[in-house]
């Protein structure tokens, strides 16, 4: 199997990168591992990306790619993959169309991990990071009466600034704003499969194994 996985913050992406990659035993290929990996092994793409990263600009298409090529070109890749955070532009989704045709192995699927926005603001606004021990925890799901300290060593839940609504909302509009021409790009090249994904991760998985039969 090879996919892409598109989710929005807080749609559990991150969960179901986790049960496809096992079920699907292809390889889980996130670029923020790569760019960590070019990085700390001073590749030569690695070397370049640093000097857009330290000066705060975004990392250019054509380094992007690169390590992505290379990292297609592993062993692992070679039984199927699950894209996790590429591409994310319509020019970046060109090249890794040419870079599988080069390789002989088309994309099967694009899923998009489908969920109404006011249920990830709840979501990610629920959220509570222990000042104590640094675990996240989830208002929603903490079972204890007293919601104000850490179920697991009693310090104090707070919540940070990134997990405030204004800035919420703002991740979600820039999310959205990035990814609605791909699903629209995918979509017309028939690749995409849109799973609603509001219900536990085990039904949204068993979604989009129905979906791709
Ligand atoms: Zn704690």
């Known amino acids: 199997m090879r996919m892409v996985l598109l989710g929005a913050p807080g749609s559990g992406k991150g969960t179901q990168a986790d049960l496809l990659k096992d079920k699907y035993r292809c390889a889980h290929i996130s670029t923020g591992d790569i760019f960590r990996r070019n990085l700390s092994e001073k590749t030569e793409l690695g070397v370049k990306a640093g000097e857009f990263m330290n000066r705060g600009e975004l990392v250019p298409d054509e380094l992007v790619i690169g390590m ?30 040419a870079m599988l045709d080069e390789l002989k192995t088309p994309l099967d699927a694009v899923v998009l991990l489908d969920i109404d926005e006011e249920i990830l603001v709840k979501r990610l606004t629920n959220r509570r990071t222990c000042r104590a021990c640094g675990k996240i925890w989830n208002l929603l799901s903490i079972k204890a009466e007293n919601k104000t300290v850490c179920p697991e060593c009693a310090g104090e839940l707070y919540q940070r600034d990134d997990d405030a609504e204004a800035v919420i909302r703002n991740r979600l509009k820039v999310y959205h ?37």
């Open 177 to 213: 704003d990035q990814t609605s021409p791909l699903v629209s790009w995918y979509a017309k090249i028939g690749k995409l499969y849109t799973i609603e994904a509001s219900s536990s991760p085990d039904e949204t998985m068993a979604k989009i194994q129905a979906a791709l039969g």
């Open 68 to 97: 992505v090529k290379d990292r297609l070109r592993e062993p692992d890749a070679s039984a199927g993959f699950l894209m996790d955070g590429f591409p994310r532009t319509i020019p970046q989704a060109e090249a890794f169309g």
